[in-house]
């Protein structure tokens, strides 16, 4: 069993940061640890961001992309070629394929993969 060294505020911010991708236990009590050290330089404004992401963050009713508008700034943009559409698993897809400036035309998020096998 392991001791309780927290209070239940920082347990449960430990416990949410290992939910997310890449951070195990051990990594999530660092980033807290680091969190709670630099209360005012990186804290106060992740809580801050995170509220405004909750309140303003939609998903795009065209594509499924994640913007702060909907239809995103990519369906938005007129000089997006409308005469294809690339379809991506995930929004992190579409985003890489925007950082690489590769794709010029629009995008379908499926949010999930396609299996012929599974139907």
Do not use: F
């Not at 209070?7 to 949410?16: A, D, F, T």
């Not at 939609?58 to 994640?66: I, K, P, T």
């Not at 909907?70 to 929004?91: H, K, L, Y």
Request: glycine share 8%.
């Amino acid at each position: 069993m392991s001791k309780k060294i927290a209070g239940p505020e920082i347990e449960r911010m430990v416990q949410l940061l290992a939910r997310l991708p890449g951070l195990g236990p051990r990594s999530a009590r660092k980033a807290a640890l680091a969190l709670i050290k630099r209360r005012e330089e990186l804290l106060v404004p992740l809580a801050a961001a995170l509220n405004t992401a909750i309140e303003r963050i939609v998903v795009c009713g065209e594509c499924g992309n994640v913007d702060t508008l909907s239809p995103c700034s990519i369906c938005a943009n007129p000089r997006r070629d409308r005469s294809m559409i690339v379809v991506v698993e995930e929004v992190g897809d579409l985003w890489a394929l925007e950082r690489a400036g590769v794709v010029s035309s629009l995008y379908h998020v499926l949010g999930g993969h396609l299996s012929p096998l599974d139907g």
